[in-house]
Nanobody
Framework: QVQLVETGGGLVQAGGSLRLSCAAS????????MGWFRQAPGKEREFVAA????????YYGDSVKGRFTISRDNVKNTVYLQMNSLSPEDTAAYYC???????????????????WGQGTQVTVSS
C-alpha cells in the first residue's frame, strides 16, 4: 500500500508558474515510477509527465514539453512538477500516481499506475 498526497495547486495568471509536490508513504517509494496526470471537467485523464525510479529518465506529454519539469527526491519520498509558462489550457485537477513500470513506452498508460493521490486543482486565468 502506498499513499500519495498532492499539494501546491492554486490560482495563477497566464504566463505564471506553479510547483506541485506529491508526498508518498512507504520505504519502497524509490522503486516506483512516478507520474503526473491531469483531468479537466468532462475530459479524460491525460498523461502529463513521468520519472523512473532513479530519476535518470523522464517523459512528457507533447502539450507540456519545454514548459513542465518533473523531478523526485527519494530521500524525502517526494516527486515534483514544476510548471512554467502556464496557460488556461493547463487548467485541470492534477493527480500524482505511482506504479511499477519497466518500459518507457508504458509510462503514459494510466492503467499501469496502481496508486493515486486525491488531486490538486490548478486554475490558470487569462
Amino acid at each position: 500500500q502506498v499513499q500519495l498526497v498532492e499539494t501546491g495547486g492554486g490560482l495563477v495568471q497566464a504566463g505564471g508558474s506553479l510547483r506541485l509536490s506529491c508526498a508518498a508513504s512507504g520505504r519502497t517509494f524509490s522503486g516506483y515510477t512516478m507520474g503526473w496526470f491531469r483531468q479537466a471537467p468532462g475530459k479524460e485523464r491525460e498523461f502529463v509527465a513521468a520519472i523512473n525510479w532513479s530519476g535518470g529518465s523522464t517523459y512528457y506529454g507533447d502539450s507540456v514539453k519545454g514548459r513542465f519539469t518533473i523531478s523526485r527526491d527519494n530521500v524525502k519520498n517526494t516527486v515534483y512538477l514544476q510548471m512554467n509558462s502556464l496557460s488556461p489550457e493547463d487548467t485541470a485537477a492534477y493527480y500524482c500516481a505511482a506504479g511499477v513500470i519497466y518500459s518507457a513506452y508504458n509510462y503514459v498508460q494510466k492503467r499501469l499506475y496502481n496508486y493515486w493521490g486525491q488531486g490538486t486543482q490548478v486554475t490558470v486565468s487569462s
